[in-house]
């Protein structure tokens, strides 16, 4: 079975600042997916940003960006220049490859808060 | 274009009374997804149906949970009888087919048990 783990239940960062949020993950499987998503006070949850664990090269969307460690097991997420829109609870998501299952294994979360 | 709904919002019951939860997902997804995420904790996935079958429901307490896609559209989950342990958000999510397609959520509905 898949394991997801944040360390870290809170971040603050101030605004305009860059911030990374942690994430370790455990599996024996070769081709998988990872997923940083994003959920505001509101509840509804959305996808940030995906990554492929056959592709070397970081994914990147605007001002978010992971650090992908394969051989670690380690999916960082860095949010640059913080905005207030970014404070939300952010979860780190697997999903086993190659198949139709979209079953997404989630982390326990990381509640980040920016200050004005 | 019109996101994943969801009905009710909100819901307070007593225990062993019974709930149900629906979820009318993007236009055009074939699958559909319920979770349930405790307080303070990720999501865990319930039951995934593609188009009006089901895919995965090995996390499903099949003894007092039920889910349904009839017509391969909107979704009802139901429990039967409540038990504290039930009280969480319901989000259901939908993603155009499945696998790695981008699933995207509802707005959820907040379960009380009392």
């Known amino acids: 079975a898949q394991t997801v783990t944040q360390s870290q239940p809170e971040m603050s960062v101030q605004e305009a600042e860059t911030v990374t949020l942690s994430c370790t993950y455990d599996t024996s499987e070769n081709n998988y997916y990872l997923f940083w998503y994003k959920q505001p006070p509101s509840r509804q949850m959305i996808l940030v940003i995906r990554?492929?664990?056959?592709?070397?090269q970081n994914a990147t969307e605007n001002r978010f960006s992971v650090n992908f460690q394969k051989a670690a097991k380690s999916f960082s997420l860095k949010i640059s220049d913080s905005q207030l829109g970014d404070t939300a609870m952010y979860f780190c998501?697997?999903?086993?490859?190659?198949?139709?299952?979209?079953?997404?294994?989630f982390g326990q979360g990381t509640i980040l808060t920016v200050h004005p | 274009e019109a996101g994943v709904a969801q009905s009710p919002r909100y819901k307070i019951i007593e225990k062993r009374q019974s709930v149900a939860f629906w979820c009318n997902p993007i236009s055009g997804h074939a699958t559909l997804y319920w979770y349930q995420q405790i307080l303070g904790q990720g999501p865990k996935l319930l039951i995934q149906?593609?188009?009006?079958?089901?895919?995965?429901d090995s996390q499903l307490p099949k003894d007092r949970f039920s889910a349904e896609r009839l017509k391969g559209v909107d979704s009802t989950l139901k429990i039967q009888p409540a038990k504290l342990e039930d009280s969480a958000v319901y989000l259901c999510a939908s993603s155009l087919w499945g696998g790695k397609d981008t699933q995207y959520f509802g707005p959820g509905t907040r379960l009380t048990v009392l």
């Open positions: 149906f593609q188009n009006n079958g089901v895919v995965d």
């Open positions: 998501a697997f999903m086993r490859g190659g198949t139709s299952y979209g079953k997404l294994t």
């Open positions: 990554q492929e664990a056959y592709k070397q």
